[in-house]
């Protein structure tokens, strides 16, 4: 079933960065969304997400009920982690605080300490976290890996699984492809502003003996050279 | 709303505390110096910050829209009025408690100065700082409610513009037209707000509510744009009016 | 398991499980564990590994239960089969690649004599 099903056109003041795009997310389903540097990924998930101005229709999903991780962490300055936490726990009827403390410990964070004083993957990792601790019917992800270290990449993995079940949606925004690309079902590859393609992973590893990372170098070359 | 009103409360209570700290011991300072000037100097020390404390957090909120903190409260379950309100709230709760502790501090000192000195002096040089309340007429007494609810016009007709701001750019206007329209639409809030404030002058004449609006009593459109645009905005505004009249159908057509 | 990316996640996870059941290493009735544990092991999409036990259960070799999950076919006989039938496929494929490269069957006898021999 779909959630999405749209033709997209989108331009910031200067820059073109969608033309009549299709693009069809169907519930359920983990995506990985690649691209090159400025390509739009940030763009795609901000407009699913609804943060700039753009009328998507979603199917089977509130608008309430989406969860979406900006690549930076969004805090007061004064705030604590736990600060934090409680603050959602407060205002998102849809976040689970157990859920978020019991991972919290497990990334051994410790609830008191400053967000300001924390290092980039741990802020990257408090990010994350808060987000998988909503329960949402799509979750948008941008750029969960950089500074994060192969251990918590783990319990990131197993996180979504843990979450995920057959109405809930991933779209996870990466460069870091083989981190994702066991997980994800598909991948919605954005090439140029004109198309974006949605590719199922295996059937990717199947014909053409790649991995997803190695098709996508391969893609990427082609699609330059163009 | 609440809700809201406890976590931006907490975000700004720093700030709060190191002006209201800065403010009473500039006021410890020279305790026994019973300098008028001083006094004069102190009056307009605490309007000036009550007036900026209050822009500045407006300016904040507004700057935060333009930069992820915005996605704070963008998934929450609040309404958006409920988001809008309690942040009115903070700010007012803000300056206004700001304004009510300064003052009272304020008229502390000089009603130890009174012990000293004739009343009759003081009145006579005083009488430019309105938050000296101490030998006052009732009337007069009311004149930090005045400030503050000055202040709250100001800030509620600036988060009035800037809202219907951004819900003319949320549909696509371009954004000379979003900016003329708000600007004669507060014109035409401060119209009508005038208007109201003679009625209730006319009606309540002991409350003086005429020091809400601008004490400036500005009945017409050219007062209002003189007054609170200066001369060189107004023709800023001439020109956006220009502008206005060549793109105000034209719809940014880049999107949909 | 070390799944290798640059092939289907689904068949070499439909093999892996084949294996263990054709070795013995999952006995008969035996539970599998849940689609949602395997994933977290593997660290795979659900939906693969569902698939692959939706496959493996048309085949006979696994059977689902309602409530307690999937389970390992009871039937040491139907297990035997579907080996046979598995190797035999296999095999099949085996050979017309030695077709392709124009072996003798007495070539071949000899070459797997020889690494038996060694072992």
Known sequence: ?226 | MLKVIKYELRRFVNLYIILLAGCLIFFLLDFNKHLLMLYQLHASIIEIITTGLALYLIIIYILDDYKNKKLLYQKASLTKTQEFLGKLFTMIMLFGSYLFIMTFVYNLKLYILYKHHYLEYLRLNLDHTYLALIGRDFKEWLYPLHLCLKNTYTIVTLALMYGIFTKLREKRYDSYNCIVICFLISAIIYYLSNYLVKLLDETLPFLDFSYITPRLRAFGLEDYLVNILSVNSLAVVLLYFIIMIKFITKKRSDNQ | MKIDPNKSIFIQLADYIRFDIYSGKRKPNSRLESIRDMAIILEVNPNTIKRVYQVLEEEGLIYCHSTLGYFVCPSEEVIQKNKQKYISDRLKEFLTLLNNCNITKAEITKIIGELYGDN
């Open chain 1, 1 to 226: 079933m779909e959630i999405i099903k749209d033709t997209i056109t989108f331009m910031y003041p200067n820059k073109l960065v969608f033309e009549n795009v299709e693009i069809k997310i169907n519930q359920g389903e983990i995506y990985l969304l690649i691209g090159r540097n400025g390509c739009g990924k940030s763009t795609l998930l901000r407009l699913l997400a609804k943060i700039e101005p753009y009328q998507f229709k979603l199917h089977l999903v509130n608008e309430k009920e989406i969860s979406y991780m900006p690549s930076d962490l969004v805090y007061y300055s004064y705030m604590k982690i736990i600060d934090l936490l409680k603050f959602y726990d407060d205002t998102h009827h849809n976040f689970s605080l157990d859920f978020a403390l019991k991972y919290l410990d497990e990334f051994k964070l410790n609830p008191k300490q400053k967000i300001k004083k924390l290092s980039m993957g741990e802020q990257k990792i408090l990010n994350y976290l808060i987000c998988l601790s909503k329960n949402a019917k799509l979750y948008l992800i941008d750029e969960p890996f950089p500074y994060v270290d192969l251990l918590n990449d783990e319990i990131f993995r197993n996180m979504i699984i843990n979450r995920y079940d057959e109405t809930k949606t991933f779209i996870i925004a990466t460069h870091q492809i083989n981190e994702f690309e066991k997980l994800a079902s598909y991948c919605l590859l954005i090439k140029g502003y004109k198309t974006i393609e949605c590719l199922s992973t295996d059937e990717i590893r199947s014909t053409v003996s790649l991995s997803v990372e190695d098709y996508f170098k391969e893609v990427m070359r082609y699609v330059k050279g163009d």
